[in-house]
C-alpha cells in the first residue's frame, strides 16, 4: 500500500489549491487538534473544521475556521439560555487572523434504517462478498462492506467498516459479522460471514475490521469496478464517489477538511470524531441524496479530472445530516488514520512484511474468555528447567515448552487451537530438528528412535498448531518438529491408525461439545518417575498427562479436563520396546497435581471429573480421582 499526500487538481468546482495555503493550513490543523475538543464541550457546537468561508449563501475562496451548531442564534439572551457561548468573528491561530464562519448543521450516523426498502444485490447473501453492499454486526440493522484489506499483524484478509456498523456499543471482540445485515436478511447462521478482529471508535475514526470467514472475496468495488491502490489525503474541492449499500454510486465535493464534529452514538453517546466533510456537487438537484441510512462503512475515491474513481482511497464513511436538514452532506473519517489505527493495508502482505509480535509469542494463556495459566513449577522442577532469556518458556508458534534439563524431554507443553482458522498443509519435506535456541545436552535427537518401536511423537499435535495466516500456519508447521516438542511414544500410543485415541480427545471435544468458537487451551507433557525405564541412556516415560479447557456455550461455562495415559511395565529387551496395552483415564486435577508435581490450583474450579469404577490394570491410591476411558464415546461426559 502506498500512502501519499495528494495533491488537488482543478476539479468540477473550479477552485485549485494555493501553493501559498500549505502553511496556513497546517498552522490551522494544529490549531484544531490542541482547541478543537473545548470548542466541542458546547453543547450548541457540533463540529469544528477548515473550509472556504460562506457569504450570501455562496462560497468565497477565504479560507476559514469553520463551525457548525445545532442552533444559529444572534448575540443575546437566548445564548444564555441555551447554555453556549458566541463564536467570535476571527481566532488567533499562531499569530495569524483567520476569520470564523458559523453554519446551522447537525449529524447523525448513515446507519439506522427506516421502512422498507426494494431488494437489490447490494442487500443479498453474496459469494464472493464484495466492497458497496450490506454487511453488519449479528444484532445490528445494516451498514456497508467498504474494503476488503489485509491485517498486517497476520496477513489475513478482512472486512472494513465502521465501529458503528461492525461492533456497536454492545458488541466485543469476536462476534459475528453477517452479510447481508439483519435489517436485509436476518438469516444469521447462512449469512455468517466473518468475525469482528479489531475497532476503534475516537479522534482517528469510527472503524472497525473482521476477519472473512466461509466465504469468498472480490476486491472489486460493486458498480466502480476497480480496486484502492493507494491512501491520499483529501483537500478542499477535491470531488469524490463512493459505493454505498442505499444510495449505490454516488458523487459530492469535499467541503471541510481537518474536521472534528461531535456525533451521538446509541449506548455510548457523545464521541468526538475527526473527519472531513462532504457536500453535492453544483448543480445537483436538491433532492438527489449523496449518503442515506445504511451507507456507513463506503468507502470515498478521490476522482480523477473527468469525473471517474480513480484507485486513490481518501476516507471511510460514516454520518450525514440529519434528517430535518436540508443542507446535504456526509463526514468521512480520513483513511490514512483508520489504516494506521487497525493495522491494516490495501493489498496482500508478503511473508517477510508480516508482524511476527503473534507468531513469537508462544502459547497465549488469555486466547479463551477465561484464562488459563500454565501450571506453576515446583522449585525442585524450576531448577531443573532450561532458561530461555532468563524465563523457564521457550516460545513457539501457538504453543511454549517447559523443558527438563535432567530429563532432555519436555515437562510440560501448552498450545492453543483455533478450530476455525485450521489449515490443511503437508508435513512433507519437514524433518525433526534440534532447536538452535538450547544447547544439544539437553535435547534428544534422532539418536533416541533409531532402530526400535519408538515413535517421535509430537506432544503439542502438529494438526493443532497449523492455524491462522498461511504464513503464520507454516512456520507452526515447521516449529512442531523441533525436538523439544518430541517425546518417545510406542507407535499404537502416538498413531492413530492404530487405535491410539489419545491424540483425539481435542478431536472429541471440538465434535461432541459446542465449543465457543472453536477456540480451546491444551497443555500435556510426560509424567516423571524415578524408576522410568533407560534407553540408550535416556529414561522412557510410562505415562504422560493432557489437560484440556474451553468453554461450553450449552451452559455458558468454562470447563477443564485431564487426562492419564499409563501403560504398565516394559518388557527387558528394551531394544525391542514392546508395550503393554496402554490406558487412559480421566483423573482429578488433584490427582494431576500429585502425578506431576505441577500446581493447577487457579483451574479447579472448572474441572468437570467425575468418579467412575477403575479397572484392576490401573492401581490408583484413591478410585475417586481417576475414570477410565475405553473409547471415544467416554471421553465427553
Not at 42 to 47: A, K, L, M, Q, V
Not at 117 to 142: F, M, N, Q, Y
Request: glycine residues 8%.
Amino acid at each position: 500500500m502506498a500512502t501519499r499526500k495528494h495533491k488537488t487538481t482543478p476539479t468540477r468546482r473550479g477552485t485549485q489549491r494555493k501553493g501559498g495555503d500549505a502553511d496556513l493550513m497546517d498552522k490551522l490543523r494544529r490549531y484544531i487538534r490542541s482547541n478543537g475538543g473545548q470548542f466541542l464541550e458546547d453543547p450548541n457546537i457540533t463540529s469544528i473544521g477548515i473550509g472556504y468561508k460562506i457569504k450570501d449563501g455562496k462560497r468565497t475562496n477565504q479560507i476559514s475556521l469553520q463551525f457548525t451548531v445545532a442552533s444559529k442564534v444572534e448575540e443575546g439572551s437566548a445564548l444564555e439560555s441555551m447554555d453556549t457561548e458566541l463564536i467570535p468573528k476571527t481566532l488567533e491561530v499562531e499569530g495569524v487572523e483567520i476569520p470564523t464562519d458559523v453554519i446551522q448543521r447537525k449529524f447523525e450516523l448513515s446507519y439506522e434504517i427506516v421502512g422498507t426498502e426494494e431488494i437489490s444485490d447490494r442487500k443479498k447473501r453474496l459469494d464472493p462478498i464484495l466492497p458497496g453492499v450490506s454487511v453488519c454486526h449479528h444484532s445490528g440493522s445494516a451498514g456497508t462492506l467498504g474494503l476488503v484489506v489485509f491485517d498486517r499483524q497476520n496477513g489475513d484478509p478482512c472486512i472494513l467498516s465502521n465501529w458503528h456498523v461492525l461492533h456497536r456499543a454492545t458488541g466485543k471482540i469476536g462476534d459475528q459479522v453477517v452479510q447481508p445485515g439483519p435489517h436485509d436478511d436476518n438469516n444469521l447462521h447462512l449469512n455468517h460471514a466473518g468475525k469482528l478482529v479489531r475497532s476503534h471508535l475516537g479522534a482517528a475514526g469510527d472503524c472497525a475490521i473482521a476477519r472473512i470467514e466461509n466465504r469468498d472475496f472480490d476486491r472489486n468495488i460493486l458498480e466502480l469496478n476497480l480496486i484502492p491502490k493507494q491512501v491520499a489525503r483529501a483537500d478542499l474541492g477535491d470531488t469524490v464517489i463512493k459505493s454505498g449499500r442505499t444510495t449505490s454510486v454516488t458523487k459530492g465535493v469535499v467541503r471541510r477538511v481537518d474536521v472534528l464534529a461531535s456525533i451521538t452514538y446509541p449506548g455510548v453517546g457523545s464521541q468526538q470524531v475527526g473527519c472531513f466533510e462532504i457536500g453535492p456537487e453544483e448543480g445537483t438537484p436538491p433532492s438527489l441524496e449523496i449518503s442515506m441510512g445504511g451507507d456507513s462503512g463506503s468507502a470515498w475515491l478521490i476522482a480523477n479530472e473527468n469525473g471517474t474513481p480513480s484507485e486513490i482511497l481518501a476516507g471511510l464513511h460514516f454520518a450525514g445530516e440529519t434528517s430535518d436538514n436540508p443542507d446535504e452532506h456526509a463526514l468521512a473519517c480520513y483513511a490514512h488514520s483508520v489504516f494506521k489505527k487497525l493495522e491494516i493495508s490495501l493489498e496482500p502482505l508478503a511473508e517477510e512484511d508480516l508482524q511476527d509480535s503473534e507468531v513469537a509469542a508462544g502459547y497465549n494463556p488469555d486466547f479463551l474468555s477465561t484464562a488459563v495459566q500454565i501450571p506453576s513449577l515446583s522449585s525442585v522442577q524450576i531448577k531443573d528447567a532450561f532458561q530461555l532469556d532468563g524465563k523457564p518458556l521457550i516460545p513457539y508458534t501457538h504453543f511454549s515448552v517447559i523443558l527438563s534439563k535432567s530429563r532432555r524431554l519436555a515437562r510440560v507443553v501448552a498450545w492453543n487451537i483455533d478450530g476455525d482458522r485450521v489449515r490443511r498443509l503437508s508435513r512433507r519435506g519437514l524433518g525433526f530438528l534440534l532447536d538452535p535456541r538450547v544447547p544439544r545436552e539437553f535435547q534428544n535427537g534422532n539418536e533416541l528412535y533409531r532402530n526400535n518401536n519408538l515413535d517421535r511423537g509430537h506432544l503439542a499435535r502438529r494438526a493443532d498448531l497449523i492455524w491462522g495466516s498461511q504464513s503464520e500456519a507454516k512456520r507452526a508447521n515447521r516449529e512442531s518438529f523441533f525436538y523439544t516438542n518430541i517425546a518417545p511414544q510406542h507407535e499404537s500410543f502416538n498413531q492413530s491408525s492404530k487405535g491410539g485415541i489419545w491424540g483425539e480427545l481435542e478431536n472429541a471435544v471440538l465434535t461432541e461439545v459446542d465449543v465457543e468458537d472453536l477456540r480451546v487451551s491444551v497443555m500435556g507433557g510426560p509424567i516423571f518417575r524415578e524408576d522410568d525405564p533407560v534407553h540408550r541412556g535416556v529414561k522412557i516415560p510410562r505415562e504422560f498427562w493432557k489437560l484440556i479447557a474451553y468453554t461450553d456455550t450449552a451452559d455458558g461455562k468454562f470447563k477443564v479436563r485431564a487426562y492419564q495415559l499409563t501403560q504398565r511395565d516394559l518388557l527387558t529387551d528394551l531394544e525391542a520396546l514392546e508395550l503393554d496395552p496402554f490406558r487412559i483415564f480421566q483423573i482429578s486435577l488433584d490427582r494431576l497435581e500429585e502425578e506431576t508435581g505441577l500446581a493447577v490450583d487457579s483451574l479447579k474450579e472448572a474441572d468437570t471429573f467425575t468418579s467412575g469404577v477403575l479397572t484392576e490394570a490401573f492401581e490408583l491410591e484413591r478410585v475417586s480421582q481417576a475414570r477410565e476411558v475405553l473409547g471415544l464415546e467416554d471421553l465427553i461426559v
